[in-house]
């Protein structure tokens, strides 16, 4: 791929996720952050490895964790990428260390990407409060419940906030990821936060 068409060269794009993250999200979208040019870092709970699931109850893979989140500083990254699957962000949101490294993302202004129960961690760090997002249908409730508004649409952008509802919507959603950690900071990132 040629430099232009590598717009994350130099960036540092974190991937927070645990045991039970669907498989084809983690892997489609952190390929397609790295084919972008980025430098892509698995943070987790734990050391080691996680075991990545398909469909959320067929073990698929096993991938090796780069740094724990209380190892990992959100300051060293340009962008965070949340994947799915419904055991994933439910283990991340128990998590205090795991919810204050997805908080610091915003606080510093930084571009975020969530899809399917990734919002999960959104919405337990008060982060969809006042946003438009869109999530797998049956965290439609959490969101709004948390102060947002959920759409029903295969990519959503707010403020460098890219959200989408499933595997399915995949190529969608890595378009707009890569697009939105190219742009960088989003000053309203923060009043939100």
Not at 38 to 65: C, F, T, W
Not at 73 to 79: L, V
Not at 83 to 92: A, C, F, H, I, M
């Amino acid at each position: 791929m040629a430099q232009s068409q590598q717009p994350l060269t130099g960036k540092r794009v974190a991937c927070l996720a645990a045991d039970g993250v669907e498989d084809v999200e983690y892997t489609q979208s952190r390929a397609a952050a790295e084919q972008a040019g980025a430098e892509v870092h698995l943070i987790s709970l734990k050391s080691g490895e996680i075991q990545s699931m398909n469909q959320d109850i067929n073990p698929a893979n096993h991938y090796r964790v780069d740094r724990t989140v209380n190892e990992a500083n959100a300051a060293d990254y340009d962008a965070l990428l949340l994947p799915g699957g419904t055991v994933n962000p439910d283990r991340l949101r128990m998590n205090p260390q795991a919810m204050d490294f997805v908080r610091a993302f915003f606080q510093q202004q930084k571009p975020v990407a969530a899809i399917c129960h990734g919002p999960w961690s959104l919405v337990e760090t008060g982060i969809v409060n006042g946003r438009t997002v869109t999530s797998f249908p049956s965290l439609r409730t959490d969101i709004r419940n948390a102060g947002g508004n959920w759409v029903d649409q295969q990519v959503q952008v707010d403020n460098g906030l890219v959200t989408s509802r499933s595997p399915s919507d995949l190529p969608a959603f890595c378009a707009k990821m890569v697009e939105e950690f190219a742009e960088g900071k989003h000053v309203r990132q923060m009043a939100t936060a």
